[in-house]
């Protein structure tokens, strides 16, 4: 995997995905936007998903991260290209 920094996140890649590492210290979603368009600009990074779909996943991790619910799998915000249809359907109401 490839990594960069953007605003001090770390952030791994490669075609199959992005990992935001400790993703839960970004908590505005103008910081989450300004991180991930960056990224994309740097990086010349590809994705099916949309930005917006990008958001809400990483604001479902992080609400269950604050919850204290699978604080292993929510620390870090793991945006893969095949996400499972139920997995996007879950962000949708957990990153509102």
Known sequence: MKEITIN?????????GVSI????????????????RLFKLKTYYKSRRTLKSWI????????LYKLGLFRSHTKDCDLEENEKWWRLLAY????I
């Open 56 to 63: 809400k996943e990483w604001k479902a991790h992080n609400r």
């Open 92 to 95: 949708q109401f957990l990153g």
């Open 8 to 16: 001090g996140v770390k952030i791994k890649y490669n075609r199959k």
């Open 21 to 36: 590492i400790n993703s839960y210290k970004v908590t505005k979603t103008e910081d989450m936007i300004i991180i991930l």
